[in-house]
């Protein structure tokens, strides 16, 4: 491992202690209950990646609440005190074989493969491409429904009570799903924000609502629980979009989300894990380290 020479040395990710830098990205299984409740089958899934030496998993997106955040069909939810109790079995076994355990909370927003319900989004814009046939979608994605400023403040407080749940049922931190074209991301993106309000225009605007979900779960669980936030350009239904502004944006961006969330961990998400994902004639990964603080 002489590329990685600090792989298997121990690291202090903001207040938390990993064994190791070997981390699980997080990875959609389909594999809940129908109503969202974890599984025995979970728990053997993930505390294999613990017993195999990953210092850190990130777990498939969670749900925040049961009114319009479920993405597809068999997904894993912290909407309610059942599911929380149903991780803590899995919790506990990550921990019994030396790993620790982060709950990423995703919103799908307009991104939802099923007709269970009209989606919310920033504004009414049907979402480019088709529903995700390995997700149980099939057809064009609906067209959402504008949210509303009351609905902007009970989704807000539908992350901020998850994130309470998570800490609760003992995961060791939470990552925040502001990536890959899910609601937060629709919000920072233009094509998907056409609001005219302060929640859209700008990018210093389109970023305003992924920085109140940071700042209430922040303030609900303190200062030294992990908060952390996953942040993209390319989307699921949208691979190759990139920031309009480019550097400009990133350093808002980042910029915004670093100070959001107290800086514990911001990590980028590209489609390929090696080739830089870049703005303009500049990578990507290499930009944020001016405005933004990375372990």
């Known amino acids: 491992m002489k590329q990685y020479p600090n792989l298997f040395n121990g690291y202090m990710l903001g207040t938390l202690p990993l064994p190791n830098r070997a ?3 997080p990875m959609t299984r389909t594999s809940a209950e129908p109503n969202g409740v974890a599984n025995d089958r979970m728990a053997r899934y993930y505390s294999r ?3 195999g030496g990953f210092g850190l998993i990130i777990t498939e997106g969670l749900y925040p609440d049961e009114e319009f955040s479920r993405s597809y069909h068999h997904q894993p939810g912290i909407a309610s005190i059942a599911q929380a109790d149903s991780w803590i079995p899995i919790i506990q076994a990550v921990h019994r074989e030396g790993g620790k355990i982060i709950a ?3 919103h799908a927003g307009a991104l939802v493969q099923h007709d269970a319900f009209t989606p919310i989004a920033p504004s009414a814009v049907q979402p480019v491409g088709t529903m ?3 997700h149980g979608g099939s057809g064009e994605f609906a067209v959402p429904k504008a949210m509303t400023l009351a609905e902007i403040r009970r989704t807000i407080e539908g992350f901020k009570q998850a994130a309470l ?3 609760y049922a003992g995961f060791d931190g939470v990552e925040i799903h502001a990536a890959n074209g899910y609601l937060l ?8 924000n056409r609001r005219t309000d302060d929640y859209g225009g700008a990018t210093s605007r389109r970023i305003r609502f992924a920085v109140e979900v940071l ?3 922040r303030s609900a669980v303190g200062p030294d629980y992990l908060v952390g936030v996953r942040i993209s350009q390319g989307k699921v239904n949208d691979f190759d979009h990139k920031w309009a502004h480019g550097e400009e944006d990133a350093k808002i961006i980042f910029g915004e989300l670093a100070a959001a969330s107290a800086s514990s961990f911001i990590r980028p998400s590209i489609r390929h894990g090696c080739p830089p994902s870049r703005m303009g004639g500049r990578p990507l990964r290499s930009s944020p380290n001016d405005t933004a603080a990375f372990p």
Not at 185 to 192: A, G, K, L, R, V
């Open 23 to 25: 981390v699980l990205a």
């Open 49 to 51: 990646f613990a017993k």
């Open 104 to 106: 990423q909370l995703m």
């Open 132 to 134: 995700l046939e390995d």
């Open 165 to 167: 749940r998570a800490k």
């Open 185 to 192: 991301d629709q919000f920072i993106t233009d094509y998907t």
């Open 215 to 217: 700042r209430a779960i």
